[in-house]
């Protein structure tokens, strides 16, 4: 499975747009790049997923490159509630046997 | 939907015991799995399901056995519990088409 490289931890204040990068520079042409997140003591959550083009849902955005070798989550307007680790997942098509890293801890200052 | 729903919460096993973690689903999902996530890593894939009757390993297997007689119970049976195995277990589950997956709540295991 192709890796996927985040930045450890991230910080950000309330009500900020938040950009959180991934880059997965060995992705192939069937891998879907997946987000998720994980809220203290609970178990991962999914955000959104997409292949090649940007997408956009109520939680957030997915803007990914035009050679997809890295991708950018945004969160528009960060909330204390976002305060959790992120995790960037590629997985093939109809895959669903995700590869977790350690993800980015993202931190909400109010 | 009550989702994907794990029990128990909590457990603390002695080195040599078994038990079994229990997961459910009311989704009809055909795909479930189980991860472990030690402190401070993230998710490591032990056993995964593709419908009932079927199973797989995935990452980190040993130690553990897994069935799938229905399609909304999968548990995973720890058969001799070590320390090394002290972790939160999580169990998801998803449809067979589509990329989003429901975690449970997960199992936090202690082994002395």
């Known amino acids: 499975d192709a890796k996927t490289t985040q930045p450890n931890s991230m910080e950000s204040n309330e009500e900020e747009p938040v950009h959180l990068p991934c880059n997965h520079s060995t992705i192939s042409g069937t891998d879907y790049i997946h987000w998720y997140r994980q809220l203290p003591s609970q178990g991962p959550e999914y955000v959104i997923h997409g292949l090649t083009s940007n997408v956009n849902n109520r939680m957030a955005s997915l803007a990914i490159a035009e050679d997809r070798k890295s991708s950018t989550l945004i969160l528009h307007r960060a909330t204390l509630r976002d305060a959790a680790v992120y995790y960037c997942?590629?997985?093939?098509?109809?895959?669903?046997?995700?590869?977790f890293g350690p993800g980015t801890r993202l931190s909400v200052l109010p | 939907n009550a989702g994907v729903t794990q029990t128990p919460k909590f457990q603390v096993l002695k080195t040599g015991q078994s038990m079994t973690l229990q997961c459910a689903q009311d989704m009809n999902h055909e795909y479930m799995s189980w991860y472990r996530q030690d402190p401070g890593m993230g998710l490591r894939l032990i056993h995964y399901?593709?419908?009932?009757?079927?199973?797989d390993q995935g990452e980190v297997p040993n130690g553990y056995n897994v069935s799938r007689s229905t399609t909304e119970d999968f548990p995973l049976r720890l058969l001799s519990a070590a320390p090394s195995q002290t972790s939160v277990y999580f169990c998801?589950?998803?449809?067979?088409?589509?990329?989003?997956?429901?975690f449970g709540p997960g199992t936090r295991l202690t082994v002395t």
């Open positions: 399901s593709v419908g009932a009757g079927i199973t």
């Open positions: 998801a589950s998803s449809p067979p088409v589509g990329d989003e997956q429901y």
């Open positions: 997942i590629l997985s093939r098509l109809g895959g669903q046997n995700f590869v």
